[in-house]
């Protein structure tokens, strides 16, 4: 078997629903009832096939070539499998994913892993706004699993975050870990101001003291945290530069805040 | 069966089944590890009286425990999960909690579970902090030397505790002496542990006595001063016993420590005095675990 390969024929030069493609959903599917799968075009529906050259059979392994900024949705809701994206891929990435893993080799809209609850995420360029972020009107960002991104973050990454991680190997934007309520960002570049705002509880775990620090954080001191090395562990693990860098460090200076709310959030500073 | 002038007696040590948990004790240095377990483990001989079993199986490198730090593996041994949950949770409280540079992980991975620091949590007064890694959820409670981490739960598994064997000697310092050897030969052994002080106990226990409060009494079968008062197991040039209690995950691992235990007093013969090795039983009524000494020694 080999995997289930769809190539865009074009850029399309408007969104496209296409959350319609995950590994679980195609699983079972003849190469006929693939082809004929709806995606929604604003209030028109295409077939796949209008767009998407199919080849391969195995729905797990599901592999996007030539993707476009404008293919919204990818990896949404799945529950297993293995998604590769060649190429950018538009907003809401991984939206409410439940397991399994996607990488794409660019880079990826806002809300990516919105609502995420396991699995990995892996971008290879940079994430829009909200990364692990809630969408509007819901109450939680990711819920679980792993945001891995290489390049750079937008604003407000993992606003609302409840559990899991978020892995920023370049900067992130301002507002960073904004009303989280628990889970973990770290950013290995620099962030923007106001990192933490409104945090309830969670970790933000930063290289370098962020230029605009809110007030209603609070200097608790240089500390040996032993979780820290754990947590180092885990993430080294990954195919990153989290690899090497401060793996085993458990030293770092400990902000406590967001104090205007709950105030059992903590900035962590590498030492 | 005759070892090095030693008889090993035709008789089994009867063993039963329980409940135990690994757990992994870690801080600055090996030296304060070690305080943690030790007194994590005191007054833990026996579920009689301590509601627990409990020993240290063995030093852990940095390189071997979950925070990268030096530690050491406790074994603990319950007839419940329910009791070994309750008197694990209050020995994780009072013993390595309070214990400078801890921290304490889970050692076993099992479908079933029981509590380590999930409640030991609400130390820190509501500024406890959960991190879940790798599917594994720890707690941080702030101390006053920095931060107690903590796993919350713990696997636990099916085991057998109360394999044993008794060492007769001509005097009191020539059982102790074999005894201490059969201990070194022992304390290297993997999933095992001789919860009673030093590995040895001097006062082996039957089942009842004539006061009806005590579920266990003095065995007076192999005491020593009463030879001539009762029905005894001993011969005329026996003047001390002492025995060995050994708790382990699995049979095998019993009979391991068995059989490098009796070798190792093989080992010293007749020539220092040591005249049989036995062992204790209750009839095979109440253990569904056989140890033959003869079967182990072949």
């Known amino acids: ?271 | 069966m005759i070892i090095n002038g030693v008889t090993i007696d035709e008789t089994y040590a009867e063993a039963f089944g329980m409940k135990a948990t690994r757990i992994v004790i870690t801080a600055l240095n090996h030296r304060w590890a070690r305080h943690a377990a030790a007194a994590m483990t005191g007054f833990a001989t026996s579920v009689i009286g301590c509601g627990i079993e409990a020993g240290i199986e063995n030093e852990l490198a940095a390189g071997e425990t979950p925070d990268g730090r030096p530690g050491v593996s406790v074994l603990m041994f319950g007839m419940s999960a329910r009791d070994l949950e309750k008197h694990l949770e209050k020995r994780v409280g009072q013993c390595i909690l309070t214990s400078p540079t801890s921290a304490v992980f889970a050692g076993m991975s099992a479908e079933k579970t029981i509590n380590l620091g999930k409640n030991v949590r609400y130390f820190g007064d509501g500024y406890q902090i959960s991190k879940l890694i790798d599917g594994r959820r720890f707690w941080r409670v702030p101390v006053m030397d920095g931060e107690f981490l903590a796993e919350e739960s713990t696997g636990y598994c099916s085991a057998v505790g109360g394999g044993n064997f008794l060492v007769l000697a001509e005097s009191q310092a020539q059982a102790l002496t074999a005894c201490e050897a059969a201990i070194d030969a022992m304390l290297d052994l993997p999933n095992v542990i001789m919860p009673f002080p030093g590995g040895v106990v001097r006062s082996g226990s039957k089942v009842g006595s004539k006061y009806k409060a005590l579920p266990a009494s003095t065995n007076q079968a192999f005491c020593p001063t009463l030879k001539g008062l009762t029905q005894t197991a001993l011969s005329d040039d026996i003047e001390s016993v002492m025995e060995i209690v050994i708790n382990g995950l699995e049979e095998t691992d019993i009979r391991r420590a068995m059989r490098a235990g009796i070798n190792a007093v093989c080992t010293l013969g007749a020539d220092s005095g040591i005249r049989r090795v036995s062992a204790g039983n209750y009839g095979g009524n109440l253990g569904k675990f056989h140890f033959h000494l003869r079967e182990i020694m072949a």
């Open chain 1, 1 to 271: 078997m080999s995997a289930l390969t769809l190539t865009l024929r074009e850029q399309p030069g408007h969104g496209l629903d296409v959350s319609l493609l995950t590994p679980d959903r195609l699983r079972g599917l003849s190469p006929a009832a693939i082809s004929a799968l709806p995606l929604c075009n604003g209030n028109r529906r295409l077939q796949l096939s209008s767009l998407f050259d199919i080849s391969g059979n195995d729905a797990q392994q599901l592999v996007i070539l030539n993707s476009s900024r404008h293919l919204h949705g990818i990896g949404s809701g799945m529950t297993s499998g293995h998604i590769r994206i060649e190429g950018d891929c538009g907003n809401h990435l991984g939206q409410g994913m439940i397991n399994g893993t996607i990488e794409t080799s660019g880079n990826s809209g806002h809300w990516t892993a919105s609502g995420m609850r396991d699995g990995i995420i892996t971008v290879a360029g940079n994430c829009g706004n909200f990364a692990g972020g809630a969408l509007p009107g819901d109450r939680q960002g990711m819920r679980g699993g792993t945001l891995l991104v290489h390049g750079n973050c937008g604003d407000r990454t993992g606003d609302h975050l409840r559990r899991g991680y978020i892995l920023v190997a370049g900067n992130a934007g301002a507002y960073c870990g904004s009303r989280m309520v628990a889970g973990t960002i770290a950013v290995l570049g620099k962030v923007g101001p106001e990192p933490g705002y409104a945090m309830k509880r969670g970790t933000l775990l930063l290289c370098e003291v962020p230029g605009m620090l809110p007030a209603t954080f609070n200097d608790c001191g240089i500390h040996n945290l032993g979780f820290l090395h754990l947590l180092t562990r885990s993430i080294a693990a990954l195919d990153s530069r989290f690899a090497g860098q401060n793996t085993g460090k458990y030293r770092v200076h400990r902000y406590a805040g967001d104090l205007a709310v709950d105030g059992q959030g903590e900035l962590l500073v590498w030492v």
